[in-house]
């Protein structure tokens, strides 16, 4: 599964919601901050993220799983594609996307 996976973060809703013409199969479902952790440090960055925000009755957030990728984990995401498909509208769409594509940006020109 090295680097070709696909993740789908959501607490209840499956990757053909999003993505109606795409297969379950195709990607890896995630319901939490846990198992999101733990496939990517046992995978490796996959090739895209699907985010949503709320994940459910505890306090996880589909922001939180970004900020560990960029600030606890320092990973190189510069490959990676994301769509961010939470219907949360406090701004957190923008706060995701702001966050993973500056921190895309800082490793381009770190490899200048």
């Known amino acids: 599964m090295k680097n070709n996976y696909k993740i789908f973060l959501d607490d209840l809703r499956i990757p053909t919601d999003i993505y109606p013409d ?9 319901r939490n901050l846990t198992d999101f952790k733990n496939i990517i440090e ?4 996959p090739s895209y993220i699907s985010f949503d925000n ?7 957030e589909g922001k ?12 190189d995401i510069s490959e990676m594609d ?8 406090s701004g957190v769409r923008e706060y995701i996307t702001d966050l993973l594509n500056n ?10």
Request: net charge negative; aromatic share 12%; proline share 0%.
């Open 82 to 89: 994301f769509l961010v498909h939470s219907a949360n509208v």
């Open 42 to 45: 046992v995978n490796g960055i």
């Open 22 to 30: 795409t297969n379950n199969d195709d990607w890896v479902i995630v």
């Open 103 to 112: 921190w895309k940006k800082d490793l381009k020109n770190e490899n200048k």
């Open 64 to 75: 939180d799983g970004a900020k560990w990728l960029v600030y606890e984990k320092w990973l």
């Open 54 to 60: 709320d994940l459910g009755a505890s306090l996880e």
